[in-house]
Structure formats: structure tokens, C-alpha cells
């Protein structure tokens, strides 16, 4: 328990350590497919472009370089077909998962209700927690009542079921929260992977109908582009609602350093890389997908995104234990939400080898 926020939840991964250490025993070595962290190598043109500023000494802006905010604009435009975006209200943040945690708080969130996925990535309570805020998990609108609360996450594709919500569900949480006068915030860093249907943008014409008030998009450069390591990504939406942030943020020094801006410049101006990575991604699921069901699991959703949403309809440590005791070791459904407790989150960040060995051990 942390003294200074008793309320924080124990970090999830480190009551995985038991099952990975006899993962880690097997004879052929672990196969980790627990946390969704990339593998492959960053693409040489996002790596020049990183060094290419490597001696320039002084601070860089929180609005981060212009030639940033036009590329992400020109991404959103080219890749997701979001046009009419203002370059202005584009904000580069160190990673999404400092903004997932830090924006009820950035938002003024306190004393009010966030309402985050049923199953989610679990930075999205924490982020309710550490602004003091009500936390309501809900997939539905009808259960929420007439409330107005400050801010709603969607996460499409999610994670960790991969569930890609359709453009009229977007389009009808949109009109709910702007009847409330709610922040719908949608997290989209799996946008780019869809396999058996296209993701859209909430920022999407067809869901806001081209006006983004009160709607906020986070993307990360994490999963497209293989840039966890450089901690790049942003979010865009609603001028008004980047403005505030951006002056919050420029107070509390959260600023992406100066090479890894132009870094993104690099990954948001190719889309060579990203389809590339796609495509290593969809290879490796066309791999793991079929080993599990030929093991007895169940695949669900899974339709985008980077896991594996499955089950063996027993519970999820259960599984896990199964799994670790093959040298793979996965994350526990529980780690995303009450209603978790049957299912395990299989990753698709491994290498070919890796995935190849887990699809061996699965149905040898
Ligand atoms: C749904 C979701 N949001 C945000 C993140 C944070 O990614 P990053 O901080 O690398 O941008 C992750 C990482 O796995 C995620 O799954």
C-alpha cells in the first residue's frame, strides 16, 4: 500500500511474479506475451531523425515544434480520413500513459464521476483516483442515468479484448455526453491494427459530424511505430480543451524532449513503417490465433488491436497457471475489471521465433 494514496490499487504485474518465474524455468526459455510491450527494432528514418538534433541544448516548447503538430494533423487526415483538424490543438505527451493517468486531474475532474470501460487498461482508474474523482465502470449509457459526469473514456479497439465499438455506437455516446455537457475522451493508440474491421476515430466526420467540441482523441506512437521506448504521443480534439492542457502542462514541465518531437515528425510523415508493423503483427496473429483454439481456448472480439482475448472457461489464474507452466505467460483478465475473472490477455508483441515457440508448445 502507498501511504501518500491509500486508495491507489497494488500494482497488477507484480502478483504475476510467481507464474513468470516458472515461465521462465522452461527448457526452451519463456515466451512472454503478458505485457504488450514491441520488439522490433525502431525504423531507421524515426532513428536518424531522433539523432539528427542530438547537440541542440536548450529546452524545447510543451506545444512541442509546428512541424509536429502539421504532421499529426496530416496523419489523423491520411490514415483515419479525420480532416479539419486545427494543428494548433494537437499537444505531444511523453507517452499516453502520462496523460491517461494525469487527465481527470488535468481536466478538474475532482469531486466528479469518470466513467471508464467495464474491462480497460487500468491507468484509466488510476487517473480518477489520483484527481479524487467518482469512478463508474460501464460499457452502457442507460445505466449512467441522467447524471452529467465530467469525462468519458472509450478505448476503440480495446484493450484487452481488442473490441472495436461501430461508428454509430461512437456517434450516440457523443450526442449523450454533449447533451451533459460531458468530455468524451477516447483513447486510440490500437487504431491503426485493425484485422477483421476498420477502427474510426471519434474525431471521425461520420461519429462528431465535424465538430469536435468537447471531444479529445489520445494516439500514441507506442504499438504503430514501435516507439514505446521514446515515450511519444498526443492527443488532439477540441481547441478550447488542448489549450487548457497545454497551459496546465506547460506549468508542470510535462514536456516531450526535443529529439524524440522530431522523431515523431519522422513516424507520423511515413506510413511505410506502419504498414510494415502491421503487417509483422497480423502475421504473428495468424500464428498464435489458430494454436489456441486448437488448444481448447475460445477467441473473443480480437477483431483489432494487440491481444488476444481468450479463454479455456475456467478462471483466469487458472489459465495463467496452465499457460506458465507451457512457458508463456499472459496477463489475467482480472487485472482489467471485475468481470475478467474467466479470461486471459494474450499479447502479439514477440518476436516471430517467440510466437512460433508458444504456437508449438501450444498444440504439440
Ligand atoms: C489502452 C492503452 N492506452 C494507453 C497505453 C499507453 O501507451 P504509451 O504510454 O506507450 O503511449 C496503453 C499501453 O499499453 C494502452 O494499452
Known amino acids: 500500500m502507498n501511504p501518500a494514496f491509500p486508495e491507489l490499487p497494488d500494482f497488477p504485474w507484480d502478483s504475476l511474479a510467481d507464474h513468470a518465474a516458472r515461465a521462465r524455468a522452461h527448457p526452451d526459455g ?10 522490433d527494432p525502431v525504423a531507421p528514418l524515426v532513428q536518424a531523425a531522433l539523432s539528427s538534433v542530438a547537440e541542440v541544448p536548450g529546452y524545447p516548447t510543451t506545444h512541442g515544434i509546428a512541424a509536429l503538430r502539421d504532421a499529426a494533423v ?11 483538424l486545427d494543428p494548433a490543438a494537437v499537444l505531444p505527451t511523453i507517452g499516453s500513459k502520462e496523460l491517461v493517468a494525469w487527465l481527470p486531474t488535468l481536466l478538474g475532474a475532482r469531486g466528479r464521476t469518470v466513467v471508464i470501460p ?6 484509466y482508474e488510476v487517473g480518477a483516483l489520483l484527481a479524487g474523482a467518482e469512478l463508474v465502470r460501464s460499457d452502457g449509457l442507460v445505466a449512467l442515468g441522467p447524471a452529467a459526469p465530467a469525462l468519458i473514456w472509450l478505448n476503440s479497439p480495446s484493450n484487452p479484448t ?18 451533459r455537457g460531458t468530455i468524451v475522451v477516447s483513447d486510440e493508440c490500437y487504431l491503426a491494427l485493425g484485422w477483421t474491421t476498420d477502427p474510426v476515430s471519434v474525431l471521425h466526420p461520420d461519429v462528431c459530424g465535424g465538430d469536435v467540441t468537447g471531444l479529445l482523441a489520445v494516439h500514441s506512437l507506442s504499438k504503430s511505430s514501435s516507439l514505446a521506448g521514446y515515450r511519444a504521443g498526443f492527443v488532439t480534439g477540441d481547441p478550447a480543451l488542448v489549450a487548457g492542457l497545454l497551459e496546465t502542462r506547460k506549468h508542470a514541465g510535462m514536456i516531450v524532449p526535443l529529439p524524440v518531437q522530431h522523431a515523431m515528425v519522422a513516424a507520423l510523415s511515413d506510413d511505410t513503417h506502419v504498414a510494415e508493423q502491421k503487417a509483422r503483427f497480423g502475421r504473428r496473429r495468424a500464428v498464435l490465433l489458430p494454436a489456441l483454439e486448437a488448444a481448447g481456448f475460445t477467441v473473443s472480439h480480437s477483431e483489432a488491436g494487440l491481444y488476444l482475448w481468450s479463454t479455456r472457461g475456467e478462471s483466469a489464474w487458472d489459465t495463467v497457471s496452465w499457460l506458465a507452466e507451457r512457458g508463456i505467460l499472459v496477463a489475467p483478465g482480472t487485472f482489467y475489471g471485475p468481470t475478467g475473472g474467466n479470461h486471459v490477455r494474450i499479447a502479439l508483441t514477440a518476436t516471430d521465433e517467440r510466437i ?3 504456437a508449438a508448445r501450444l498444440t504439440g
Open 30 to 39: 519463456v515466451v512472454d506475451l503478458s505485457v504488450g510491450t514491441p520488439v
Open 74 to 84: 496530416a496523419a489523423m487526415a491520411r490514415r483515419h480520413a479525420v480532416t479539419g
Open 118 to 123: 467495464e474491462l480497460a487498461y487500468p491507468t
Open 162 to 179: 481488442g473490441r472495436v465499438l461501430p461508428v454509430e455506437h461512437l456517434r450516440k455516446v457523443v450526442d449523450w455526453a454533449r447533451e
Open 356 to 358: 512460433a515457440a508458444a
